[in-house]
Every structure is written in C-alpha cells, then in structure tokens.
C-alpha cells in the first residue's frame, strides 16, 4: 500500500502582487453582423441620406461605422462588418440599378432584429425557407437597396 503524500507548505505572502503594463495587442471585438460575400460590397446612395443610413446599419445592423475612407477611393460612407466592409458611393443624382440582388446579412437573431425593425416602423417583409432555419427578412435601407437579414444557426 502507498503512503499518502505529505501536504505542501506555502511560503507566507511576502507582499502586494505587482503588475505590470500588458504590452500584447488589443484585439478588436468584431461587430455582431457578417455579409455573405466574397469581398467588400460597394452600394450606391444619394446625397443626403448619411443620417438615415448610419441610423439603419448601426443603430438596427450592428455595423461598425469608419470615418476615414481609404486612400484612393471615392468612397464616403464606410460600415465594417465581422468580415468585410459595406462601401457606399454617394451620388448627386440617383443611379440606374442593373440588378436587384439583395445585400444579404447574418446576425445572431432574427426574432431581435424583427423587433427592432418594427419598433423603428420599418416594413419589412419575413421569408420562411424550405428547411427549418432558413427564415430571413426582406427590407430595403433608406437608399432603396434591397438587403436580405438571415441568422446563424448551428447544426448538431
């Protein structure tokens, strides 16, 4: 049979614990909305509508807005979300649109941003997919692009 071992004895405390300055890099916590999207997405908007778009994707969306457009670009209206950025060309007159494929979204609840949505009094209209979980809601932001809001669902 094997003797237990003896207990460990601690030093007594010799004083206050210092700290010092942590010196690894901050990260930044992503926002709550991704796009589905291979890239950066570029929309149009006309003049006038900054307020009203900044209310739209971050008030309701979650995006993050930039205020230093990049160099070399026309851009005006940056948003940053999980993993690309929504870049808006502000335009004097509004522009012909050649298709109206949806901007389309994922945030973490659809149940919450519904709510949102109607306490804001905006339409919105809700799809309900083939499958279980695949709802979306179906609006427009305040430049008349279309924008399609899915959730994340996770699969067991």
Same mark, same amino acid.
Not at 28 to 50: N, S, T
Not at 75 to 98: G, I, K, Q, T
Not at 119 to 139: K, S, T
């Given at each position: ?15 206050? $614990? ?13 926002? =709550? /909305? ?11 908007? =006309? ?7 900044? +209310? #739209?994707?971050?008030? $309701? ?5 930039? !205020?230093? =457009? ?6 005006? $209206? ?5 993993? #690309? ?12 649109? +050649? !298709? ?20 804001? +009094? ?23 692009? =279309?924008?399609? /809001? ?7």
């Amino acid at each position: 049979m094997i003797d237990p071992p003896e207990p460990i004895q601690l030093d007594p405390p010799t004083g206050e $614990l210092q700290l010092g300055d942590d010196r690894r890099p901050k990260l930044q916590v992503p926002p =709550p /909305v991704r796009m589905i999207a291979i890239d950066d997405c570029v929309l149009y908007c =006309p003049a006038g509508l900054e307020r009203q778009l900044d +209310e #739209f994707y971050v008030g $309701l969306l979650g995006f993050e807005r930039e !205020d230093s =457009p990049t160099e070399g670009t026309e851009h005006e $209206l940056v948003y940053r979300a999980e993993n #690309f950025r929504l870049r808006f060309e502000v335009l004097e007159r509004p522009v012909e649109r +050649e !298709d109206f494929r949806p901007l389309t979204l994922v945030v973490e609840s659809i149940s919450d941003l519904a709510q949102r949505l109607t306490e804001a +009094e905006m339409e919105f209209q809700r799809q309900r997919g083939l499958a279980p979980g695949q709802d979306n809601l179906l609006l427009s932001d305040p430049a008349g692009n =279309p924008v399609s /809001v899915g959730q994340y669902r996770i699969a067991i």
